[in-house]
């Protein structure tokens, strides 16, 4: 029986390789910014499906954040409500988690080319998320540059 290890070293080595590679955001001839795609784009899919497993639980701490921090509740309010939001913002981190997870294999077997995956299950992390149905009534901050770093008009 062969050793797995050669094997595991190369696959940490194509994962590394590809985790250095950035250039996803250029700018072409005629001054547009364009993505194109890039070698970091293979690690789009594995990402989604490696951060799925926690979105539920990462979506129950944002809600509960969100409950206790909604200035507009009066104490009653976060005693009733706070428990419904937080149950309802973990329930739809379980239905978020599996639209991450089928875009991730899609991303994952298409190699990153269409970027199928949301961009916020591509960034790995563990910070409490309020869900986007909570979130979506806030104003989204106004971006101050473009995808390629110049200054937003």
């Given amino acids: 029986?062969?050793?797995?290890?050669?094997?595991?070293?190369?696959?940490?080595?194509?994962?590394?390789?590809?985790?250095?590679?950035?250039?996803?955001?250029?700018?072409?001839?005629?001054?547009?910014?364009?993505?194109?795609?890039?070698?970091?784009?293979?690690?789009?899919?594995?990402?989604?499906?490696?951060?799925?497993?926690?979105?539920?639980?990462?979506?129950?701490?944002?809600?509960?954040?969100?409950?206790?921090?909604?200035?507009?509740?009066?104490?009653?309010?976060?005693?009733?409500l706070g428990p419904a939001v937080t149950l309802f913002c973990g329930a739809w981190g379980v239905i978020e988690g599996a639209w991450w997870i089928t875009t991730g294999l899609a991303d994952t077997l298409t190699g990153g080319y269409f970027a199928i995956a949301p961009e916020r299950a591509t960034h790995l992390s563990i910070q409490p998320e309020i869900p986007i149905v909570i979130a979506g009534a806030a104003p989204a901050p106004t971006p101050t540059e473009d995808r390629c770093g110049r200054p937003s008009q």
Avoid at 24 to 40: K, L, R
């Fill in 1 to 80: 029986m062969r050793s797995a290890r050669p094997s595991i070293v190369i696959a940490i080595a194509l994962v590394l390789r590809a985790a250095i590679a950035h250039a996803a955001w250029t700018v072409d001839a005629s001054g547009a910014c364009v993505e194109t795609w890039a070698p970091s784009d293979l690690l789009r899919g594995p990402a989604a499906i490696v951060n799925t497993p926690l979105l539920p639980v990462r979506t129950l701490a944002g809600g509960a954040e969100y409950a206790w921090n909604t200035t507009e509740w009066w104490p009653w309010h976060i005693g009733i």
